[in-house]
């Protein structure tokens, strides 16, 4: 699809609720730009004249530079699809598991980070896995990604890192039953994942 090169292009297709799956941009030189479009205007075969001059390339370059910024970082934080790491292999993958009721990796879905946090299940922002095993609180909440977070029944689940990821997938059921044999403590006794800024005041200054 050849459309989306400013933001309001991007927020009609969210308005009609299309997404694209992968975004992939195709760079090329300015230079070799007005080359091409210098052969096509001389290409006898042409059904009709282009805009393509090098004042009207040079002016079609301006507002594509402009306009592509906010696109890009629209598609690459919102969406997570900004690149072409993933393929039909992932789609197959993820459709055949659902189709058995099974656990499946949603990476580079493009699940957006408000639907995610919209369908997170009863573990909320924490790996079920670590509660399950080895009676821990991991705080999964601070990583963006959703490379280790996995679709089950309808919600998502937060995993701490890939081990855990591949175990959920292995036996969601006994990490996510139906009735859950282990509850989050309240609010205010669950550990919080605290980044470098927070953390810093807590701590004496050195003298």
Wanted: hydrophobic share 30%; glycine share 4%; net charge neutral.
């Amino acid at each position: 699809m050849d459309f989306h090169y400013q933001k309001k292009h991007v927020e009609l297709l969210v308005e009609k609720g299309i997404i694209p799956f992968k975004v992939s941009e195709l760079e090329c030189d300015f230079t070799e730009c007005t080359i091409r479009a210098m052969k096509d205007r001389n290409d006898p075969n042409r059904p009709f004249p282009l805009r393509d001059s090098p004042e009207a390339m040079a002016y079609k370059n301006g507002i594509y530079q402009h306009g592509i910024v906010p696109v890009r970082q629209w598609y690459t934080e919102e969406h997570k699809n900004g690149n072409i790491k993933c393929n039909k292999k992932k789609i197959q993958n993820y459709l055949e598991r659902k189709l058995l009721n099974q656990a499946a990796g949603i990476a580079d879905l493009c699940i957006s980070p408000q639907e995610l946090l919209n369908r997170l299940g009863e573990h909320e922002h924490y790996c079920p896995v670590s509660l399950t095993l080895r009676d821990e609180l991991v705080d999964c909440s601070a990583t963006i990604t959703t490379d280790y977070v996995a679709e089950y029944q309808g919600r998502y689940y937060r995993m701490a890192g890939p081990k855990e990821l591949q175990l959920f997938l292995d036996d969601s059921e006994r990490f996510a039953p139906v009735a859950p044999r282990k509850l989050l403590p309240a609010p205010n006794h669950r550990p919080h994942r605290r980044t470098e800024a927070e953390a810093k005041p807590m701590f004496p200054k050195p003298i």
